[in-house]
């Protein structure tokens, strides 16, 4: 018997050749590949720069044989031990919220509708801030529990917000524009919530909240790495499994429900993936700014897709995150947090899809 | 009953009740829109639901694709509780477009085509043989191949409907049902429209239950009127028989005369109106 081997036969409708192996079947689109890997070699790249850079400056080759399990013990101490960490954890954490945002958006139907603009992480921040100002405030056990607990109180934040913003955009269903709306309110009145937080608070717990509030990557260890690893390994399967739904549940929640789906089931699971996403992001990094926002909106303009792809959102989100880690290490003379430049480079585009939005509305 | 095996077991023979409503009572929030409805749809015919705006016609559409929820009474479908029956399972069988669907931006005529074809999927089949086939075919049915490749939203309204008719034909479903499929189309394009309903009516043997609200066009393509008022049928039957000058009068409010269309022989609805010479 053969085996089953991938065909590609000569495609009979424009722009859906077919790759199909064995009962496995999906559309080949030669774009999402291509800006796949395109990504992932900005990644590796800026991975690498970033890892040579520091007091001890390793050249890129250097940083790659290393990381491939190379190089001499001194260099692989610092490579592995102290400067991989960091750029690992940004990576992953520009993973997370980007898959989380390519979610949302598309549920929503609106590209507004991303965590960090409706709330979510704001969600997620809230608690974590609590978590931080209140750890010295209840002496040893408050700072274990600041330690272990920063992740899982970012997590349980996230939740409340998204089930309280999603309870009340709900109308006999989530309309997108609505969820939008309703999720900028929320997310003020947490913004207010961290300011309370900050203004209540010792000053040591401040100034440590308020660096973690940028979006920082500084001082981040493997401790930072594993729980935004341990998310992403279990959750991005789950987002890619449910995801097939997303493109009927595009059409409009009547046309979704014609064509077999359980809407309300289906769109639950995936919210519930995204806040789990973007809040585990959110614990080990703070709330990187926009980057939810911008990297979807971006890969899906890449592939010209009609809704942003997860896979190649979530490589350009955690490429996106790297960068703007470099750029705020070695650009300004004095090593800024993250979250500032990305917030930089994100609001001019939030501004825009805001601007096109209303004319898109008038029109 | 098991999962895997479709809802109809045999091919229902001419004159089989496909879609049935039995004392359906429908409401929004407290808003009793529909009460005590009772309507069989019948194997290979065309109905129209015609009534004036607001007379409850779309919402006993979306009772009959299970987007609404009775608050009395039962939908079946092929003699089974509709809601009974695992809703890709429906899918299977009966087939919606709902009134003004809108694309997202961007979205090519095969892609939105090929979303027909979600019941039929699975995460890890996506694009299967049998799919290719089928959006191949319903393009082909719909006369809109040539268009495979062209963003949905740069079409014309006309073609625009086709492609949403054809994604609803890739879905392979001999249950069809239409929730005002010529809204915002000229009158060349609605012909083009109903035309097409009438062929796959015809030579593919579907089922069709289209809102409309064109009466003329209504007693053309339809072979059952199904004439609603206030929630209530008026009148069910042959065109012939429903249209009639004193059914205007009642469900309309029109003065009207009805004569007969002299290219097909169906009634003709001309309004009297004030502005005769």
Redesign the interface.
């Known amino acids: 018997m053969a085996a089953p081997a991938i065909s590609l036969p000569p495609a009979r409708l424009p722009g859906r050749p077919a790759l199909r192996l064995g009962p496995f079947s999906i559309v080949w689109r030669p774009r999402v590949f291509l800006f796949g890997l395109l990504g992932l070699a900005v990644l590796v790249l800026g991975v690498a720069l970033n890892v040579g850079i520091g007091e001890v400056q390793i050249s890129v080759p250097d940083v790659l044989v290393t990381l491939f399990g190379g190089g001499d013990p001194g260099q692989r101490f610092i490579v592995m031990g102290l400067r991989l960490p960091r750029s690992l954890t940004g990576a992953l954490v520009g993973a997370a919220l980007a898959a989380s945002g390519a979610i949302t958006q598309a549920i929503a139907r609106n590209p507004l509708a991303s965590p960090d603009v409706i709330g979510f992480t704001a969600g997620a921040s809230a608690a974590a801030v609590f978590v931080i100002v209140a750890g010295s405030g209840f002496g040893a056990v408050g700072f274990t529990a600041s330690a272990v607990g920063l992740p899982i109180a970012a997590l349980v934040g996230g939740l409340i917000s998204a089930l309280s913003i999603y309870g009340l955009a709900w109308r006999k269903g989530v309309q997108g524009f609505r969820l939008v709306l309703v999720g900028i309110g929320i997310n003020a009145m947490l913004i207010a919530i961290v300011q309370w937080l900050l203004v209540v608070a010792q000053v040591t717990d401040a100034a440590r909240a308020y660096t973690w509030i940028n979006g920082s990557l500084n001082g981040r260890g493997w401790e930072h790495v594993v729980p935004v690893g341990v998310a992403l390994v279990l959750l991005v399967p789950a987002a890619l499994v449910l995801a097939h739904v997303l493109g009927a549940l595009q059409l409009s929640d009547d046309s979704a429900r014609g064509l077999g789906i359980r809407v309300d089931k289906e769109r639950t699971l995936l919210l519930l993936t995204a806040v789990g996403l973007c809040s585990v992001a959110t614990a080990s990094a703070g709330p990187l700014a926009f980057v939810a926002l911008v990297a979807p909106q971006i890969a899906q303009r890449a592939v010209g897709a009609s809704r942003p792809p997860i896979t190649v959102s979530l490589i350009f989100g955690a490429a996106l995150t790297v960068v703007a880690d470099l750029l705020a290490r070695t650009a300004f003379g004095t090593e800024l947090p993250v979250g500032i430049v990305t917030a930089v480079l994100g609001a001019p585009y939030l501004l825009y899809l805001i601007a096109r939005h209303g004319r898109k509305v008038r029109a | 009953m098991t999962l895997h095996t479709t809802v109809r077991l045999d091919k229902p023979g001419q004159g089989a009740v496909r879609l049935r409503a039995e004392g359906v009572r429908l409401s929004y929030g407290d808003r009793l829109v529909v009460d005590g409805l009772d309507l069989d749809v019948v194997e290979g015919t065309v109905t129209a639901v015609i009534g004036p705006n607001g007379c409850g016609k779309s919402t006993v559409l979306?009772a009959l694709?299970?987007?609404m929820r009775p608050s009395g009474g039962h939908v079946l479908l092929d003699g089974k509780r509709i809601e009974s029956v695992?809703?890709?399972?429906?899918?299977?069988v009966?087939?919606?477009l709902?009134q003004a669907?809108?694309?997202?931006?961007?979205?090519?005529v095969?892609?939105l085509v090929?979303?027909?074809r979600?019941?039929h999927?699975?995460?890890?089949?996506?694009?299967?043989?049998d799919?290719?086939g089928a959006?191949?075919q319903a393009?082909e049915w719909t006369g809109i191949a040539d268009l495979?490749?062209r963003p949905v939203d740069e079409l014309s309204g006309g073609q625009r409907q086709r492609a949403w008719i054809s994604m609803a034909l890739a879905?392979g479903t001999d249950l069809l049902l239409l929730d005002e499929p010529t809204t915002y189309l000229d009158l060349a394009h609605q012909v083009e429209v109903l035309e097409l309903v009438t062929q796959l009516n015809s030579e593919f043997g579907r089922t069709v239950v289209m809102v409309l609200h064109d009466l003329n066009l209504a007693a053309r393509y339809a072979d059952r009127l199904v004439t609603m008022k206030d929630g209530q049928i008026v009148a069910h039957g042959a065109p012939g028989d429903v249209m009639t000058e004193s059914m205007l009068a009642e469900v309309f409010g029109l003065a009207a005369r009805v004569i007969a269309d002299p290219v097909a022989g169906t009634p003709l609805v001309v309004p009297i109106g004030s502005r005769v010479g």
């Open positions: 979306r694709a299970r987007l695992p809703t890709k399972e429906v899918a299977k009966l087939g919606l709902p669907p809108t694309a997202p931006e961007g979205l090519t095969a892609d090929a979303r027909g979600h019941p999927q699975a995460w890890y089949r996506q694009w299967s043989a799919d290719e959006v191949a393009l495979a490749d879905q």
